[in-house]
């Protein structure tokens, strides 16, 4: 009994113990400030190029060391203050002091919103765990993450923490994140928090070039360009990659309401392969992918198998490791597999000649034993006075003995007149061939002469006599100018209507017997006797029409009578002593009866029509007003 009172004893004093020495915290103190009046050096970037953003962390502490999700881009220190370099699109910061546990620091929660080139300051300070009480923290529904003063704490168990003010940040995917402060106190130690659902927002990633592979929080989702939906308030890792270009690597957090569009000029992160291959031809794998011909190749990073080869050449091969931007120049010279050549021919005194695509490569008399012969094929010549030239072809194999012979005999004998009477044979054969082909030719010539001269010698024929009508019928446009003198109808009577007159323009356009004729006219009064209405008399009247009317006509000589029919359209005002202006709108159907005079040769001429109207349809005001029924008009025509 007395050795188990002795083991709780321990057992409870090495609890208390553990208890004191637990690992000390750190903290921000306060929220950050932004430093309008510092600046960064542009040459301090990140990964991916862009001008890094700066954050003074002050401290009473002796070492910090620092870590971001995107990496940190470098730290300058001095006693009590660090200036720590990081990307632009940052948007954690873990701080590290020995004995104490990593803080966190999501820079949104302290108020800092890094941009290129800006500069924010913080202060981080340790608390020691001296005056420590178990608190609680329920949150509905559960958290994913609850996070007291930047560390990370576990809801379901009793947490530790100083009496005093902390911040807690609490994450769960598809609620809105909450980002509080809490007072704690001997009587306030259970902090309750009911988050809110948010609904998702749309992100999207663009890059140039597209077709980058998007990851996010470590999973391949997509290529660019790429939009999906992702809840807002959720710190999320991105990842861009692309093969020939630098890696993107970012933290990013979608807020509420607000649609994520992200786009990124993509950075190459090639090196230059410079290759000069001997011989030209040969073939260039690499990485088993062909390259044959090209002397200058843009690659990413990494390392390579390159390949060089031909046949009837030693291969090389080798691995090499091309950095970003470096520039390699590579020179392969293939050697060539060679054999031995043991040639005989039965003339000591003969000339030899060894051929390698068409280029000599070796001359000699009589045997010979040639050492080293590059492998492939050759042209022999042998040559002796008296006798016709010998060709043939040897195949020179790789590192073996090569035996080829040759042989002079009496058939192959050709005496100096033979070769004399063979050479004038084939001049007089070129001489004969040369002298027909002059003779045809000169007979060509000679009846092309003797028909072209039968030509010139034969009269030509008269020409066609036109067939004679007193009718025709022609094409033809023209522009009409014409004078007109309307009759007009009021109320159903003839007037006596004076000094009634009118101009009209007019287009017609004539094919075979059948025209298409266009009238727009303009009549007005100076004077009306002797009508009134109401009492009231007629001061003036204006009438203005259109007509479209197709009909037909015959040319007799310079006269061209026609008759047409089609509709008139009308307006009409009439102008009343002492009342309002009356108007009227109608159509009409309308009969032309005209004749033209055109003079011969010439585009210049005169016409006279006569148009009468039917089938009016009056809409015309509660006054009367004056209806044109005949019109007469005379003017010039201008053709085209």
């Known amino acids: 009994m007395k050795i188990y009172l002795l083991f709780t004893f321990f057992l409870v004093s090495l609890f208390s113990s553990s208890i004191a020495q637990e690992i000390s915290e750190l903290r921000v ?89 800006q500069v924010w300051k913080i202060e981080v300070t340790g608390s020691k765990k001296t005056n420590q009480i178990p608190i609680n923290i329920k949150v509905t529904p559960e958290a994913k993450s609850i996070l007291l003063d930047g560390n990370q704490v576990d809801p379901s168990q009793a947490i530790m923490a100083e009496v005093g003010t902390h911040q807690v940040r609490i994450e769960q995917l598809g609620y809105k994140t909450v980002l509080d402060s809490i007072t704690v106190t001997s009587q306030k130690t259970l902090f309750e928090f009911n988050l809110k659902q948010v609904k998702p927002e749309k992100l999207i990633v663009r890059t140039t070039p597209k077709d980058a592979s998007v990851i996010i929080d470590n999973k ?64 260039i794998l690499i990485n088993k992918k062909v390259y044959t011909g090209q002397k200058q190749i843009e690659l990413s990073s990494g390392t390579y198998l390159v390949e060089i080869s031909k046949s009837g050449y030693e291969s090389i091969s080798e691995t090499f490791q091309l950095k970003e931007y470096e520039k390699v120049d590579k020179v392969y010279n293939l050697k060539r597999l060679s054999g031995n050549l043991r040639f005989r021919i039965n003339d000591p005194d003969a000339e030899v000649e060894l051929y390698d695509n068409s280029i000599l490569y070796k001359q000699w008399k009589g045997i010979e034993y040639l050492v080293d012969v590059p492998a492939g094929t050759y042209k022999v010549v042998a040559k002796k006075p008296g006798y016709v030239n010998l060709e043939s072809y040897v195949i020179i194999k790789e590192n073996v003995e090569n035996q080829f012979s040759l042989e002079f005999t009496d058939d192959q004998i050709q005496t100096l007149t033979q070769k004399r009477n063979d050479d004038s044979k084939k001049l007089e054969i070129e001489r004969l061939e040369q002298e027909s082909k002059d003779r045809l030719e000169k007979e060509r010539i000679s009846r092309l002469e003797a028909e072209k001269k039968e030509l010139e010698s034969k009269p030509l024929p008269p020409p066609p006599k036109p067939s004679k009508r007193w009718y025709s019928h022609s094409d033809y446009s023209s522009w009409n100018f014409s004078y007109t003198r309307p009759e007009f109808s009021y109320q159903g009577f003839k007037d006596n209507i004076s000094e009634t007159h009118g101009f009209a323009i007019g287009l017609d356009a004539n094919g075979g017997f059948f025209s298409l004729n266009q009238q727009a006219g303009l009549s007005y009064h100076t004077a009306i006797d002797g009508l009134e209405y109401e009492g009231e008399s007629i001061d003036g009247y204006m009438h203005a029409h259109y007509q479209l009317s197709i009909g037909a006509g015959i040319s007799l000589f310079i006269l061209s009578p026609y008759i047409s029919v089609g509709i008139d359209y009308n307006y009409i005002e009439t102008q009343w002593d002492g009342l309002d202006t009356s108007s009227a709108d109608f159509i009409n159907g309308v009969v032309n009866y005209g004749v033209k005079l055109r003079f011969p040769n010439s585009g210049f001429g005169f016409h006279l029509n006569y148009s009468e109207a039917f089938n009016i349809e009056d809409n015309a005001s509660d006054l009367p007003a004056f209806i044109p029924m005949k019109r007469m008009s005379a003017g010039i025509s201008f053709y085209f």
């Not at 953003?53 to 002050?58: K, T």
């Not at 309401?257 to 950075?267: A, I, K, T, Y």
């Open 220 to 283: 391949l989702v997509g290529l660019t360009p790429f939009t999906d939906f992702y809840y807002p308030g959720i710190v999320y890792q991105l990842k861009i990659v692309k093969n020939g270009y630098r890696d993107i690597d970012q933290s990013i957090e979608l807020e509420i309401d607000q649609p994520l569009d992200l786009s990124f000029n993509m950075v190459k992160n090639v090196g230059n392969l410079m290759f000069n291959v001997s011989p030209a031809d040969a073939q």
């Open 29 to 117: 103190v306060g929220k950050a400030v932004y430093e309008s009046g510092e600046l960064i050096d542009q040459s301090i970037r990140d990964v991916n190029g862009e001008i890094a953003s700066g954050i003074i962390v002050l401290t009473d502490l002796t070492s910090l060391a620092f870590e971001a999700r995107n990496g940190v881009v470098k730290v300058n220190s001095s006693p009590g203050k660090y200036v720590v370099f990081v990307s632009p699109t940052e948007r954690v910061l873990t701080v590290l002091s020995s004995g104490y546990k990593p803080l966190t620091i999501y820079l949104y929660d302290v108020g800092i919103r890094l941009k290129a080139g």
